[in-house]
């Protein structure tokens, strides 16, 4: 009896475990911890823009500038806001980073390339009104998603320098994705992916593709912390790994994190290793 247990609770860590690889030998610098202020409801668009759009801002004490984040809720495309990314947006304020959590627009009304014409704005607010009243370090900003937002994270980063979809100002120093639809042709037969693009494969199969993160990976792509539930259904951890492909091939620095028995939503909520390894991977890179 007692062998059955043993052998059942091995079973049942390594389901319930998980794994980091391309884990760096160095130690990143170590954590800090500080108060810091909010400033809600910031627009960051410009007059003129399709719908005005703001951030909340979490600014750690002291002077400035600071190493910063800025954090992009999850919902498919379609739903949510700031408050996804609350809880996120405090845990990086109070280890030092200034965090900007935005909203961006939203499907049906509006879809690609909407969502990433937002965070590309945000990105550039950062770099100017942003860095001159909050304190945002230009030269150090992250970006950090779950899901339809790590998907966004990702995406940003890649295109930065692309001729068709990147935008000046808009530079990432490095990226956290978690559970990130990163190649949607993948989900070509599915609901979600064709109307945050806006009509079906057969008709719009060139944005399926320019959308898909894998595609926007190059030589020079920022460092990527990629974290994502084993069991995941709802965005398959293949995903992840033709992500992670990619960037190997490209000579990437990355970090990768599978949150063994868990799903796409538990895989959200119930890890605070990977949470943890996260912010090492930010220190370690924006620090």
Known sequence: MSRIFIALSSLLLAACGSNHYGKPASAPPQPIE????????VV?????WPAPLTADIYRPQGPGPFPSVLAIHGGAWKR????????LSEEL???GYLVVNIKYRLVPQYVWPAQLRDVQQAVRWMR???GRKFGVDPRRIGTFGYSAGGH???LVAGVADDPQWGAPGTAIKAVVAGGIPSDLPRFKHG??????IGGPWEQKSADF?????VTHVHRGHPPVFIYHGGLDSLVPIEQAEVYREALARAGVTHEYFVIRGHGHISAALADNAAMEAALEFLDRYLR
């Not at 960051?44 to 003129?48: E, L, S």
């Not at 593709?209 to 993160?213: C, E, G, I, L, N």
């Open 34 to 41: 500080t108060r810091f202020e909010i400033t809600r409801g």
């Open 44 to 48: 960051y668009t410009p007059a003129g």
């Open 80 to 87: 949510g806001d700031y408050g996804y990314t609350d809880g």
């Open 93 to 95: 304020a109070q280890r």
């Open 128 to 130: 100017s009104a942003a």
């Open 152 to 154: 966004l994270a990702a």
């Open 191 to 196: 609901e979600l992916v064709p109307a945050f």
């Open 209 to 213: 593709v320019a959308a898909s993160p």
